[in-house]
């Protein structure tokens, strides 16, 4: 399985999921999102245009998020796409520079997402995700891998989440039926405990 894309609303454990796919199956995970918010703490050109529409939970324009892309798989011998493409002109886009070969659906409802999102909590020195519920940090506000204190992404807060699930919705939701009618698309119960999800996404890419 050489390139894999995993769609799913804001929330539905893509990152967490995908960093341990890709681990088993060797390949290059791309989190758009990362990149964005790495781009937007270094200050970069790119960065500051991103960060209006990300403060907002409004998509970034699409041929910057393609370009991005295009940049990063370029001779890559497998990767793992995570957050990426969130609008049918991306994946048209992408279509265009690299061969898609399966595509995982992280099915999560809307009331589990806004629970998660609001109990969101990350690392602001290494990026770790915890959550306030179910994957509570050994001291409170500290990661346990390197004792960077734990914020709130600004995209969290609860206006802002309201926002990125209209825009998943009307965004993003099509690109379910539009991988589907290519034959490409899986669909896995996103709402179990990440290690579960993740031997099954596994576990369905290897056969
Ligand atoms: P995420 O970490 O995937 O939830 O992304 C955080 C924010 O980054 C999103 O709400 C968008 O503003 C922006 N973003 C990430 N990926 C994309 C994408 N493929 N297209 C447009 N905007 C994106």
């Known amino acids: 399985m050489r390139n894999v894309v995993l769609l799913g609303p804001p929330g539905a454990g893509k990152g967490t999921i995908a960093v341990r796919v890709a681990e088993a199956l ?38 910057v998020v393609l370009a991005m892309v295009r940049d990063r798989v370029r001779d890559q011998p497998g990767v793992l796409l995570d957050g990426f493409p ?27 997402v806004v629970r998660r999102l609001g ?24 990661c346990d891998r390197c004792g960077g204190a734990l ?3 600004p995209d969290d807060a ?3 989440v309201a926002r990125r699930y209209e825009v998943y919705e009307r965004d993003s939701r099509p690109l379910v039926d539009y991988y589907a009618r290519q034959g490409l698309l899986r669909s896995v119960d996103g709402a179990r405990p990440p290690d579960r999800v993740a031997a099954d996404v596994v576990a369905l890419l290897r056969s």
């Open 86 to 112: 969130r609008t049918l002109a991306q994946a048209e886009g992408l279509a265009g520079f690299l061969r898609v070969d399966a595509v995982v659906d992280l099915v999560v409802t809307k009331d589990e």
């Open 158 to 160: 609860p206006e802002v």
């Open 151 to 153: 914020v709130q992404r």
């Open 119 to 142: 109990n969101r909590r990350v690392c602001s020195a290494c990026g770790a995700v915890y959550n306030l519920v179910t994957q509570r940090p050994r001291v409170e506000g500290k």
């Open 26 to 63: 060797g390949l290059l995970h791309l989190s758009t999102g990362e990149v964005l918010r790495d781009e937007v703490a270094r200050g970069t050109e790119l960065g500051k245009l991103a960060q209006a529409f990300m403060g907002r939970g409004e998509l970034v324009p699409d041929d």
